[in-house]
């Protein structure tokens, strides 16, 4: 597979692989933004309401 080459030990065992991001970057950022979503799954949402609230209180949004 051109772009992608693997890293191996002294035994010949594949240990690490190099990605050319020029070329596969944007599928690559696919896959860590599914995984990311993934692990935060069960966490709780925040309602819009506090979040804009606490972004006027740090000077960050304007009311």
């Known amino acids: 597979m051109t772009g ?3 890293v191996t030990d002294d035994k010949g065992r ?3 692989v190099q990605i050319d991001l020029d070329r596969y970057g944007a599928v690559l950022e696919d ?3 599914g ?12 309602p819009l309401d ?3 609230a ?6 960050r949004l304007r009311a």
Do not use: M, N, P
Request: no cysteine; hydrophobic share 35%.
């Open 4 to 6: 992608i080459q693997y």
């Open 14 to 16: 594949k240990v690490a």
């Open 31 to 33: 896959f860590w933004d």
């Open 35 to 46: 995984l990311v979503s993934e692990s935060r799954r069960k966490e709780k949402g925040v």
């Open 50 to 52: 506090k979040i804009k």
């Open 54 to 59: 606490d972004l006027i209180k740090r000077g």
